[in-house]
Structures are given as C-alpha cells and as structure tokens.
C-alpha cells in the first residue's frame, strides 16, 4: 500500500498540480445587513481569490463596544453608515482616519393608500410630521438601537438647536404609533400598513419600491447626505490585505454595486453632482459623538418610554388650539408649551464625557445609570404632569 501511495503522490506532482495556497482571511465588523454586503463580499472574493472576507453583523452600539472592549474576534476593518460612530472611535484613537465609499440620503417614507385615507398631502418638512391627521401614524426607530436613527436625531437637533429641537421630538412623540427596535421595522410597518409614514435612509424605499409595493418617498429637505465610511481598526499587526477591500470599494466595480437592488446606495460620483445642486447644512460628527450616549438616553427617557403620555398630552394640546384663543389664554399656553417641552439638562452637559461613560449601553443597569436616567425620568413625568393639569384648568374654565 504504501509503494502505492508514492507512486500517486508522485504522478499527482508530475502533472503539474501544487498545493493551494490557504486563503488570507478579512475580518470585517459591520452593521450593515446581510442583503447588503453579501453581493460585495461575493464580487470582491471572486475578484481576488486568495482573499477571504469574514463579515461580522451588529448593531452600531454594539460594534462600538466590540472594537472599544477588544472583543473576539479581533476585526481589521469597521464598515458602517454612522458618521457620528466613525467619530466616536475616531475620538478614542481606536480606528484609523475613516474612508468615505458611499452616500444615502434620509427621506419621508409613506404608504401611498395609508396617506390617501388620511386626506393630506405627503410631508415636504420636518414640521409637516406635527399635523394632528398624523396621530398615531408616524414611526420612528429608536437612537439607542439604531445608529442611522441617532444621527436622524442629532441632525434635528443641530438644524433646530437643543431646547427647541427636543421640543419638536416630544410632539413628533404625539403622533408616534410606535418607537421600533430596528431602522428596518419602520420600513415593514408602513410595508405592511401598521402606520403611515416613517423617515428612514433612501435604501428602504427603494428597495420597497423595487418589490413592488406602493409607496412614496420625499428627501428630507436641508439634510447631508449619510456618509458610508470603512476604516482601519488601529493595531500594531495590521492585516495588510485588508487595504485591498477598501481599494475594492472605491474601484469602478465596487461602485458600480451600489447600484445592485439589495445594496441601493448612492455612488461617490452621484453623491457629489447632488451636493453640487443642494447644498445642505454642514453636520458636525464630532458633537454628536461627544453627547452620543446622552442623547440615545434621554431620548429613550422623553419619548420611548412615556410615548401614551405624549400621545394623550398633544391630541389634547390640538383640541384646546382649535378653538379662538385670546391673549390671556395664548399667554397660559406659552407657559405649558415651556413646561412640556423642558429637558433636564443643557447641551454643554449633554456633552460632558464623564456623563456621556455613565450612560454607554454596557453600564445600562448599574446604579449609576439608573440614578440619573431615574431623575430625567422623575423631572419629565412632573413637567408633563403640571402641563396637562394646566391645560385641562384652560378646558374647564373655557366650558363654564
């Protein structure tokens, strides 16, 4: 047997075969879906063969606490749509300078026979979302789970400013069905008719409209486009084949994916005509990385978890403004407003770091963390109170 086996291992060398050489493998963290990177990863592993790309899916928070916290296994790259998280692991030197491959634009999503029911126009702004007709009708996911939502949310509050931009959050909370755990559930829930309209990234409604449901989008107006950025996890041993993915996706063929239904992004030469026609509003990455763990938790605290309160609160705030309102009764209303839409900490410390390690998701239920969401939550339940007290004393006084 053995004289057998050398006489085959030498005639398998003499025609020509050697042994392969094993792939070099990629490690890649992202929180983009599956649907998205498997046509890249497939079109990048068949252009270079000896390169292995192994792709690891979370979500933003949780790719932040795996690179932070050098969690196996052990990535070379981060690739994700979140410019605030980019700057996040920027600021804590544990990413390299992050390359921009891609663009996605925030647009209002709706159901087109939802809206039509409803008998108003589709939404062009921001302020269009606080008509009554819209209660319960809107969603939205929530900052904590979604990195593409927190940055919907710090880009409201830069082109509104803190205070007034939580004002519009807590009565966009007054026509909120639901707050989703997932960017992509606002998508199936108008899909499916469980409300009417969301904002979400441009890619959800293209690919519901690819599928054939009938839909409508409009972009948000004076909103950046989303940067999609991949970097380099910082390292002493870096995997020096993984510059070749990020040279991939800047290459013809890599941009030439974006295009593909499951990917749906818009391409580096697209991204920069549409800028040229529409100028937007500069965002600054590096603030909302600075309060990203306040706002993901005072969101949760003023809209997730009181979101009946708000629904109850605004519908009756609609009732009272219906009727004629004469200065003294406007003046009264002024204070409510204030009362209602106070937020209990300021935007210098909102972006205090000691503040901001406090409340990262991992330390969620120590007693820190719960001492000072609990005190957020304990202020907004008394302003709310005292604001729907006052206005229920405006409808009494106005039915004797």
């Known amino acids: 047997m053995p004289h057998i086996l050398r006489l085959l291992v030498l005639l398998w060398l003499a025609s020509g075969f050697v042994v392969a ?12 879906p599956e649907s998205f990177y498997t046509p890249i990863k497939t079109a990048f592993e068949k252009a270079h063969p000896s390169l292995n790309l192994q792709l690891l899916n979370k979500k933003t928070p949780a790719v932040i606490q795996h690179i932070a916290n050098k969690r196996s296994p052990k990535p070379d790259l981060v690739w994700m749509s979140s410019a605030d998280a980019m700057a996040t692991l920027q600021s804590k030197s544990l990413i390299d300078e992050p390359v921009t491959f891609a663009w996605s634009q925030f647009v209002f999503f709706w159901h087109n026979d939802k809206l039509s029911e409803l008998g108003i126009s589709s939404p062009k702004r921001w302020e269009d979302l606080l008509n009554p007709s819209f209660h319960q009708q809107i969603a939205i996911s929530a900052p904590s789970r979604s990195g593409t939502n927190h940055l919907l949310i710090e880009i409201i509050l830069q082109q509104y400013g803190w205070e007034d931009g939580w004002a519009y959050l807590s009565q966009l909370g007054g026509n909120l069905a639901t707050v989703t755990a997932r960017s992509f559930g606002v998508r199936e829930g108008v899909i499916k008719q469980r409300f009417t309209l969301g904002p979400v990234v441009d890619f959800f409604y293209r690919s519901a409209r690819a599928e054939g449901h009938p839909v409508g989008f409009e972009p948000v107006p004076n909103t950046p486009l989303i940067a999609a950025k991949i970097a380099h996890i910082r390292s002493q041993s870096k995997n020096t084949c993984s510059e070749k993915f990020v040279e991939y996706l800047l290459s013809d063929s890599g941009q030439n994916l974006l295009s593909l239904p499951s990917v749906n992004r818009i391409s580096l ?8 026609q529409n100028p937007s509003p500069v965002f600054d990455p590096y603030l909302s990385a600075m309060r990203y763990h306040a706002v993901n938790a005072l969101f949760d605290q003023l809209i997730t978890n009181r979101l009946a309160d708000l629904q109850a609160f605004w519908q009756e705030w609609h009732q009272v403004q219906n009727h004629n309102i004469d200065i003294e009764t406007q003046n009264k209303l002024n204070t409510i407003y204030e009362q209602a839409t106070a937020v209990p900490i300021s935007h210098k410390e909102a972006a205090d770091q000691h503040l901001n390690n406090m409340l990262s998701p991992e330390r969620r239920y120590t007693n820190t963390f719960q001492s000072v969401t609990g005190k957020w939550r304990e202020t907004l339940s008394q302003n709310l109170d005292t604001a729907t007290a006052a206005l ?9």
């Open 392 to 400: 229920e004393t405006i409808k009494l006084e106005r039915n004797q």
């Open 21 to 32: 050489k094993p792939q070099d493998t990629i490690v890649v963290l992202t929180s983009f």
């Open 269 to 276: 030469q697209q991204g920069h005509r549409i800028t040229e």
